[in-house]
């Protein structure tokens, strides 16, 4: 059996069921067997840094239940997968990355060379840092069950991605046929131990006691199986909760949710957390968006409760009263045993307060804009109302807007470039997600980040996905600008050039895509509800010239509770 062969049938049997790729002819015999084999479905792009988004794209929109696959060709196209792979591991995604390599008789091993083959590159050293598994095959006898090795870590513990690099003569070597006899008994084995429900017992009293407890729920919580059921059920007993921004993409809007916390979150939810006597976490790691730069003074009157799966996470910044290493699940599950059978309860004051401050301060801040970031999402929220979809926000002023004011219904996600903050996520992210997601995907864009892989539209027409693209186009990089004008006496070198634009709906066009701009809600509400009655390739640029920052935002130095424009409360 040819390894390419073998290597093909270890990924289908493993459930990889789509992988991405820009040909090259050190990976030209794997993507020939797997489109051979026909078990896993490949998708040609035009850059692996977006191909390597698309394979992380498939982890997130199955809860990291199906592992995302990348292809890139020795040296270029290996360094291309670079930025994709470490946004897989900043954002805990398994993915599977295959590297192509130069011939092994052209490796400079260990000669005090640069380099002997053409597009000869060591991968391996380079991705050692963000991946949980990497390695490069040195002989034909290691192909198989390191490829087993690797794809069973990136599903354990914390997932996250991996890495093999493989030189090309051994992908076209012969095999034994019995290499693969493994995969008909082999299980999926997960970590099934579960810690004892008493380690939770204290953290059950004192939620049972405190009179203005706050659940912060992070991206280690969200995928978890029964994360879903959990949050129905809080929302009923009326237990106040808010995310991160990794926490926001699968967190509901359900009564006692108030939203995202940090630097761009709601008001209501700082204000919740500032205010709160009880601060529990899930898999959440605090960082400084999250608490603002004084740790000293966030949760200023909480005793704080760090569940997180990753023990180093735990009394990292902020030091809590209680660090329990468990995974988010098995708290979930505890935390349902316990409420069950009990009996609802009316609005606590301090829910009845947090439900005021929300109604109060959840608000368009941006009225004298000629059109609101605020009302867009709002619009887009009501158009999608119980409606399934996926929206991939990019990174800037865009993902800001959107996170603290687009609302998440049922059977609705939505997917950030978090540790990484990746421009060029959205557009590349979204193929992944289209696939895998089975449901219409929605990309929200700045006109910056668009740029980056704006070539993948070209993909998104060929393969018919149903994808709607929205550009937030305010003629600058905003994010920057904004942050040019509070420090730099407003010099905007680099972020702004006196109005000028790309026309995107007309770069939608040439890519064959449907496409329109506008300034207008009620025009683009028409175009989206368009786009739901007939999902395909679709792209909104809207226009915004004036639109320069978020509100609210933090200064750095502030309290999270002190946002801009400051409120007397």
Not at 228 to 237: D, L, N
Request: charged share 20%.
């Amino acid at each position: 059996m040819k390894a390419s062969d073998a290597i093909a049938e270890v990924l289908s049997a493993n459930h990889v069921e789509y992988g991405f790729e820009l040909i090259g002819g050190m990976i030209a015999h794997l993507v020939d067997s797997i489109n051979v084999l026909g078990k896993t479905k490949m998708i040609s792009l035009h850059h692996e840094q977006a191909a390597a988004f698309a394979a992380g794209g498939i982890a997130r929109a199955t809860n990291n239940q199906k592992l995302g696959l990348a292809l890139g060709t020795s040296g270029p196209g290996a360094t291309n997968l670079i930025t994709g792979i470490a946004d897989c591991w900043l954002d805990s995604c398994p993915c599977i990355f295959i590297t192509g390599q130069v011939n092994t008789n052209e490796l400079k091993l260990g000669r005090n060379i640069r380099q002997q083959g053409f597009q000869e590159l060591d991968i391996v050293s380079i991705v050692k840092t963000i991946t949980k598994f990497a390695h490069q095959i040195t002989c034909k006898e290691e192909i198989i069950p390191v490829l087993q090795q690797a794809i069973d870590a990136a599903r354990s513990d914390r997932p996250g991605p991996v890495l093999i690099d493989i030189p090309m003569d051994l992908q076209r070597a012969e095999l034994p046929d019995d290499v693969i006899d493994y995969l008909s008994a082999k299980k999926d084995i997960r970590d099934t131990n579960s810690n004892s429900v008493k380690i939770f017992d204290e953290v059950f009293s004192l939620l049972s006691n405190a009179s203005k407890p706050i659940f912060l729920i992070g991206g280690g919580a969200i995928n978890e199986p029964h994360f879903t059921a959990w949050q129905k059920v809080i929302s009923e007993y009326g237990l106040p909760h808010v995310s991160s921004l990794k926490g926001s993409e699968k967190v509901r809007q359900q009564p006692a949710y108030y939203g995202m916390i940090g630097s761009y979150g709601t008001r209501t939810a700082n204000y919740a957390v500032q205010n709160c006597d009880l601060l529990v976490v899930l898999g959440s790691r605090m960082d400084v968006r999250q608490t603002g730069a004084d740790i000293a003074d966030f949760a200023r009157n909480a005793k704080i409760i760090q569940i997180d799966l990753d023990k180093s996470q735990l009394e990292n910044r902020v030091i809590a009263d209680i660090n329990i290493n468990s995974t988010c699940e098995e708290f979930l599950v505890a935390h349902l045993q316990c409420l069950e059978g009990r009996s609802y309860i009316e609005k606590t004051s301090w829910q009845l307060e947090l439900d005021a401050h929300w109604q109060e301060n959840f608000q368009d801040e941006y009225i004298d804009w000629s059109i609101s970031p605020f009302q867009i999402c709002q619009t887009i929220s009501n158009v999608f109302k119980n409606k399934p979809v996926h929206y991939v926000a990019d990174v800037g002023n865009n993902q800001m807007w959107v996170a603290h004011s687009l609302l998440l219904g049922e059977r609705q996600s939505i997917h950030h470039s978090g540790g990484l903050g990746a421009m060029g996520f959205a557009i590349p992210t979204a193929i992944g997600v289209a696939y895998a997601g089975e449901c219409p995907a929605v990309i929200l864009t700045g006109d910056g980040g668009a740029q980056l892989n704006i070539q993948e539209l070209d993909i998104i027409a060929r393969e018919h996905l149903p994808v709607l693209t929205i550009v937030f186009n305010n003629q600058s990089l905003g994010m920057v600008r904004a942050f040019q004008e509070m420090y730099f006496d407003g010099r905007n070198d680099s972020t702004f050039w006196s109005g000028y634009s790309s026309s995107f709906s007309s770069i939608g066009k040439a890519y064959n895509i449907e496409s329109f701009t506008t300034a207008d809600l009620s025009e683009f509400s028409s175009y989206i509800n368009n786009f739901i009655k007939d999902p395909k390739p679709m792209l909104i640029e809207v226009l915004m010239s004036d639109a320069r920052e978020c509100r609210p935002r933090l200064a750095f130095g502030n309290p999270i509770d002190k946002q801009y424009p400051l409120k007397d409360k």
